[in-house]
């Protein structure tokens, strides 16, 4: 199952191509490049199968290899998946690093260690290279087999989705489109956030290029035209996208409001009270620092009214104190918590 996807229907689309895809991302990612870091232990064990007689530096190429291995997973796991265009970048700098760092110097120690097991050190090179090899035509077909061919429904996943063509790259991200393009022979970059783009069209173009159809992003600064093969696929997946990326604002704004109303009916019943030490006067205010209740006892039996008076604005003093730090640990506590629910998401 694609992550983040509600729909049934683009899940039943995209289940072939995504379990596929999938499939060889774990391949490339995970089990090729932990298959090398177990050519870099058996480097490290060969000369000698006692893991106590092992020099402490042999153990440095294993190291690299492996946390090269945990680096990559946590990538993947945290947000990796959903950016197919960084398959195949970071699976050939995480495995060039298990190269550099693990197998070659592996070898090295394993052939000056090693006695009479030169045919089984350099047999474990080559799958050591092979491996890593493997891996980066893995993570490539991965990426090809997800998107090498567009289709609507992958605008109602959260992928980062690349597509690139002779004249254009386009880049389409959860909330902006950006694009490159040729122009008199020099690239041009551009974007658009999804809150300034007006709709999107397909157009002919006028020219004998193999790109006969491009696609015209209409902006709140311009109308710009991408030369592309895939323009009318593209065209239906971008407006998928940004009506996804409307429902998540709309959702945002209908859960912010709700926060709003529900902080109004808390401040609402907020209240700050003081009173004296003997509690013959006490004051009661609301969030907004008006009294709403004042309550005098038989302990204000023989004081003077200055004192009576000075003591009330005492309570009042004191009880607007009590409500405004109330007021902001509600504040707190609930945007506070809001705060932390977006990040967790």
């Not at 995209?14 to 090398?36: D, E, F, I, K, Y």
């Not at 020099?186 to 004998?208: H, P, Q, Y």
């Not at 709003?260 to 009661?284: C, F, I, K, P, Q």
């Not at 309570?315 to 609930?334: G, K, T």
Request: net charge positive.
């Amino acid at each position: 199952m694609i992550p983040m996807i509600d729909s049934p229907q683009v899940a039943i689309a995209l289940a072939a191509r995504w379990h596929r895809a999938r499939t060889l991302v774990l391949l490339s990612m995970a089990g090729l490049p932990a298959l090398t870091g177990l050519v870099c232990l058996t480097f490290a064990l060969l000369p000698r199968l006692d893991v106590s007689a092992m020099p402490w530096w042999s153990a440095i190429p294993v190291l690299a290899a492996f946390l090269s291995v945990i680096a990559l997973v946590v990538w993947l796991r945290r947000d990796g998946l959903t950016d197919p265009a960084s398959w195949f970048p970071a699976t050939v700098l995480m495995t060039g690093s298990q190269l550099v760092l693990g197998v070659v110097p592996g070898f090295g120690i394993a052939v000056r260690s090693a006695t009479g097991t030169a045919v089984v050190v350099k047999a474990l090179l080559a799958v050591g290279v092979l491996s890593a090899g493997s891996a980066w035509s893995l993570s490539r077909r991965a990426h090809r087999a997800l998107l090498a061919k567009p289709v609507p429904e992958l605008g109602a996943t959260p992928l980062r989705l690349v597509f690139r063509g002779r004249l254009s790259r386009i880049a389409i991200g959860t909330d902006r489109v950006d694009w490159t393009i040729r122009v008199s022979g020099s690239w041009l970059d551009a974007g658009v956030s999804f809150r300034n783009l007006r709709d999107v069209s397909v157009t002919t173009k006028s020219s004998s290029s193999d790109d006969a159809l491009a696609l015209v992003l209409h902006t709140s600064s311009g109308r710009w035209t991408v030369p592309t093969q895939d323009a009318a696929v593209l065209c239906e997946l971008l407006r998928l996208r940004k009506t996804s990326w409307e429902q998540r604002v709309e959702t945002a704004i209908e859960r912010e409001r709700e926060l709003y109303h529900e902080m109004l009916h808390l401040l609402a019943t907020a209240r700050g009270t003081a009173s004296t030490a003997d509690e013959s006067v006490s004051v009661t205010v609301d969030a907004d620092g008006v009294a709403t209740g004042i309550e005098l006892t038989d302990g204000i039996r023989g004081k003077n009214p200055q004192r009576i008076s000075a003591e009330l604005m005492e309570c009042f003093s004191r009880a607007r104190r009590v409500a405004r730090n109330e007021v902001q640990d509600l504040m707190v506590q609930r945007y506070a918590g809001s705060a932390s629910e977006k990040l967790a998401a």
